[in-house]
């Protein structure tokens, strides 16, 4: 078997202990079948889910099912929404993401729509870009009337690794993935190009690893709540996000914005940028909002008196994803409330 997978679903998954999941009974079962989702290899994305079906989690092609509002067969708004884990609902079940809470507000504010959960552990927005560009491209799928991309996190935390090339390209602001040496050590091994074989290191396989030693996500977990550590441990395993991580993030971050607006221009849908936020005041990362400037919408101090519901330094419990989806909704509903003027007896 070729696919990657999130290591030995036997294995416990400390954020299971944290305040966060306090009483949930399914939290140790979550984290298991978390741990048995797998992926394969994509052409310039890197990554793919293979399809899934469980009790919390259920995949099929790049979406995780959301909750629909009934009457399936009546015309609504299709939002797409693309991010990375935060978004996709690391530390939620299926109908409790954030693309979930955001439809049952809308759908309890009398303008239902359908939510379609692109979101992709460990990716950044360049990602997110691409995969947009490929989801447009795709036939039979229903265009969206609106696309969210929610983000932050790792666009920063990936500008702090490594790129091929030493000290010549130290400094220089790219986009950037997870898991750059093993994809390098892959497509400079010889041969054709990316394998899945033995002999040649499968792209993605490093992903997970390099995700967990290099993300801002989980780089405090040990400090997150006293849970290995105390909280001052976690504060100063953030501050070393450096500030030329920061710039470098900022300035990618803004180029793959202009690149999703003309997309979303030419499929004819608004579309909305959210920074979203972070368990610990991470000085370089609070000001990067203010930096990649507008129309991306600065959330990161949603959550400050609710640092409780974070599992780690990004991911929430299921409530913190409904106050993250209030947030969310505020700014997508003017959208919404357009489409159903535009649309009227639909």
């Excluded at 949930?24 to 889910?49: C, G, K, M, S, T």
């Excluded at 929404?81 to 299926?94: C, H, T, V």
């Excluded at 693309?99 to 759908?107: H, I, K, Q, T």
Aim: charged share 20%; aromatic share 10%; no cysteine.
């Amino acid at each position: 078997d070729d696919a990657i997978g999130r290591g030995d679903p036997t294995a416990h998954d400390p954020r299971a202990d944290t305040p966060a999941m306090a009483g949930v009974a399914w939290a140790d079962a979550y984290f298991a079948e978390f741990r048995r989702i797998r992926y394969d290899y994509w052409p310039f994305l890197l990554n793919r889910p293979r399809p899934f079906r469980g009790r919390y989690f259920n995949l099929e092609g790049w979406e995780r099912r959301s909750w629909q509002a009934p009457g399936s067969d009546i015309r609504r708004p299709v939002v797409w929404f693309l991010g990375g884990s935060a978004l996709w609902g690391e530390g939620q079940r299926d109908l409790h993401t954030i693309p979930s809470e955001v439809a049952r507000l809308a759908a309890a504010d009398g303008l239902p729509i359908r939510a379609r959960n692109y979101g992709q552990s460990g990716w950044v927005l360049h990602q997110e870009v691409t995969l947009l560009s490929e989801l447009l491209a795709q036939p039979g799928l229903s265009g969206p009337d609106l696309i969210s991309f929610y983000d932050g996190a790792n666009d920063v935390s990936v500008q702090a690794q490594a790129l091929p090339g030493g000290t010549a390209t130290a400094h220089v602001a790219v986009p950037s993935h997870f898991g750059i040496a093993n994809a390098v050590a892959a497509t400079s091994g010889g041969g054709a190009g990316p394998s899945t074989t033995t002999t040649t290191p499968n792209p993605v396989s490093s992903l997970l690893d390099a995700y967990r030693r290099n993300s801002l996500i989980l780089r405090g977990l040990q400090g997150v709540h006293g849970l290995l550590g105390s909280a001052p441990a976690a504060a100063q395993a953030v501050d070393e996000i450096d500030q030329e991580a920061v710039d470098k993030a900022v300035k990618v971050y803004r180029a793959d914005r202009a690149d999703a607006q003309v997309l979303a221009a030419q499929a004819g849908a608004p579309v909305r940028f959210f920074w979203q936020p972070e368990g610990f005041d991470v000085p370089g990362y609070r000001q990067a909002p203010a930096r990649v400037g507008s129309p991306t919408v600065d959330l990161t101090g949603v959550l400050d008196d609710h640092r409780d519901l974070f599992l780690d330094l990004v991911h929430t419990n299921e409530r913190g994803a409904e106050l993250m989806a209030r947030a969310v909704y505020a700014r997508l509903r003017p959208d919404l409330v357009r489409w159903y003027q535009e649309h009227p007896g639909r």
